[in-house]
């Protein structure tokens, strides 16, 4: 293939998804559908529900070995497991065929990307009530004393969030939908 081919096939992957571009491309189609889908995989297997449990809630304490928890409280943990997993995918995949499905349409492609990022802001939202809530009263303050697991379930989705915001507002980013007036989105 001739270096001019090579060139306008490069200049066509990186302009076939505009409505998201540079650090929100990273970010919500390749960093954010890896970093729910890894932790379930590690959940399913290695180290596995019984480590995940136990870092939920942080104390310093070694992981119990597998088999202290009850079949209910795997299951529970199978099942956000299984949550995240999904997350994952339907951000990774759902983006990725707003993307394949309407090259040429950044208007469409655009509102599909908002449905996803606002539904994923709701659930970020969401997520870091139920932690900050369910965290002990000597912890909520204390982020030194957060292991990764309570940083990734508050201080990563803050980043995200705020992330998803930016985005809302074209900070770093052109608009075709969102932000435009009537007119233009017809």
């Not at 299984?82 to 997350?87: E, G, I, P, Q, V």
């Not at 709701?122 to 932690?131: F, P, Q, R, S």
């Not at 770093?172 to 939908?177: A, Q, V, W």
Request: hydrophobic share 45%; aromatic share 12%.
């Amino acid at each position: 293939m001739s270096t001019h081919k090579l060139r306008s096939k490069s200049n066509e992957t990186m302009s076939d998804f505009p409505a998201l571009t540079g650090f929100y491309r990273i970010l919500f189609l390749y960093l954010e559908p890896l970093s729910t889908i890894i932790p379930s995989l590690m959940i399913y297997g290695f180290p596995g529900a019984h480590w995940f449990h136990h870092e939920l809630i942080p104390d310093g304490t070694a992981p119990p070995p597998p088999g202290f928890l009850d079949q209910r409280s795997v299951m529970a943990v199978w099942q956000l497991a299984n949550c995240y997993f999904l997350l994952g995918m339907l951000e990774g995949l759902g983006l990725r065929a707003a993307r394949d499905a309407l090259p040429g349409n950044p208007v469409a492609q655009e509102r599909i990307v908002g449905a996803t990022l606002f539904a994923m802001a709701v659930a970020d939202v969401t997520h870091i009530l139920a932690t900050w809530v369910a965290l002990p009263d000597k912890l909520k303050y204390m982020p030194e004393a957060w292991n990764a697991t309570t940083h990734g379930n508050i201080t990563v989705v803050i980043f995200l969030f705020l992330a998803r915001v930016a985005w809302f507002k074209g900070i770093g980013c052109k608009r075709f939908y969102y932000g435009q007036s009537k007119s233009k989105k017809n």
